[in-house]
């Protein structure tokens, strides 16, 4: 079992940052690779990015490429998303997910957040 809660949401102005966290319990958090998601209302939860479980691995989606960065510190048990130029289309809330290997369909991971909510005004 892994239990994640993420923190580092707020409300910032368009071209700023942001980083997320994700804090995990349980042991075996360093054997999961790890993902983030976002949901912006009336849209689907969609991929933003992942990371293998050693972090040699990393994926993006392209909307977010060269803006945002994925990292972990399997010994604080944390997975980060340092987020940079901030636009108003980034707004949603965002999830972290656990998963065996490193998806970027929701549906394959296995533990899931509850979500911090990112707010880009413009």
């Known amino acids: 079992q892994v239990q994640l809660v993420e923190s580092g949401g707020g409300l910032v102005q368009a071209g700023g940052s942001l980083r997320l966290s994700c804090a995990a319990s349980?042991?075996?958090?360093?054997?999961?690779?790890m993902g983030w998601f976002r949901q912006a209302p009336g849209k689907e939860r969609e991929f933003v990015a992942a990371?293998?479980?050693?972090?040699?691995?990393?994926s993006y989606a392209e909307s977010v490429k060269g803006r945002f960065t994925i990292s972990r510190d399997n010994a604080k048990n944390t997975v980060y998303l340092q987020m940079n130029s901030l636009k108003p289309e980034d707004t949603a809330v965002y999830y972290c997910?656990?998963?065996?290997?490193?998806?970027?369909?929701?549906?394959?991971?296995?533990?899931w957040g509850q979500g911090t909510q990112v707010t880009v005004s413009s």
């Open positions: 997910a656990a998963g065996r290997r490193l998806y970027d369909r929701a549906d394959l991971y296995d533990y």
């Open positions: 349980g042991r075996t958090f360093g054997t999961y690779a």
């Open positions: 990371l293998s479980w050693g972090g040699g691995s990393t």
